[in-house]
T-cell receptor, first 116, second 113 residues
Framework: GNSVTQMEGPVTLSEEAFLTINCTYTATGYPSLFWYVQYPGEGLQLLLKATKADDKGSNKGFEATYRKETTSFHLEKGSVQVSDSAVYFCALRGNAGGTSYGKLTFGQGTILTVHP | DTAVSQTPKYLVTQMGNDKSIKCEQNLGHDTMYWYKQDSKKFLKIMFSYNNKELIINETVPNRFSPKSPDKAHLNLHINSLELGDSAVYFC????????????FGPGTRLLVL
């Protein structure tokens, strides 16, 4: 079945530091890949997505590139802010025809804390 | 202008009780989902409905029964609640199609005592 592995957290950074959160996946076919963010006490919000190989998703200064050769979708941001403190989830959605079609399979989440 | 809403936001109840969580979306989506988030933040699909038909049922105990009265609503009824049911339950919705984004509700925090 499909699976997603994220780097273990928690991650603690100072403001303006560079952020990388690694994400690798196992899936059949060509899944779509997502990063969701969960702020304290809230639901999940889509941060960015990519639906085919070599696509780059970007939003709010965050970027991730769909790398089929390394089955990865690492999240990066050049300069983090205190307001970026949250839990980040990498997820994949199986493609049509597979038994995993439709559902999101999530990584375990990475807690990010940014200090002033 | 809420996109995906859930009620209640918090639910505290005793073991053995029966409870329901309601979900509504006003995005015009045809597919809705229930996810469970455990105390370690891990998220797992429970159910998915497309046009009121069940399409995903992920080895969830049959004490959990989803009901979709129409495309905009997906409710979750839980019978005989157990301590291990304590979690945050998220409803989500999307169009059916590869690459479609799922939009999540704010979650229902269930605590079983």
């Amino acid at each position: 079945g499909n699976s997603v592995t994220q780097m273990e957290g928690p991650v603690t950074l100072s403001e303006e530091a560079f952020l990388t959160i690694n994400c690798t996946y196992t899936a059949t076919g060509y899944p779509s890949l997502f990063w969701y963010v969960q702020y304290p006490g809230e639901g999940l919000q889509l941060l960015l997505k990519a639906t085919k190989a070599d696509d780059k998703g970007s939003n709010k200064g965050f970027e991730a590139t769909y790398r089929k050769e390394t089955t990865s979708f690492h999240l990066e941001k050049g300069s983090v802010q205190v307001s970026d403190s949250a839990v980040y989830f990498c997820a994949l959605r199986g493609n049509a025809g597979g038994t995993s079609y439709g559902k999101l399979t999530f990584g375990q989440g990475t807690i990010l804390t940014v200090h002033p | 202008d809420t996109a995906v809403s859930q009620t209640p936001k918090y639910l505290v109840t005793q073991m053995g009780n029966d409870k329901s969580i309601k979900c509504e979306q006003n995005l015009g989506h045809d597919t809705m989902y229930w996810y469970k988030q455990d105390s370690k933040k891990f998220l797992k699909i429970m159910f998915s409905y497309n046009n009121k038909e069940l399409i995903i049922n992920e080895t969830v105990p049959n004490r959990f029964s989803p009901k979709s009265p129409d495309k905009a609503h997906l409710n979750l009824h839980i019978n005989s609640l157990e301590l291990g049911d304590s979690a945050v339950y998220f409803c989500a919705s999307s169009h059916a199609g590869e690459g479609e984004t799922q939009y999540f509700g704010p979650g229902t925090r269930l605590l079983v005592l």
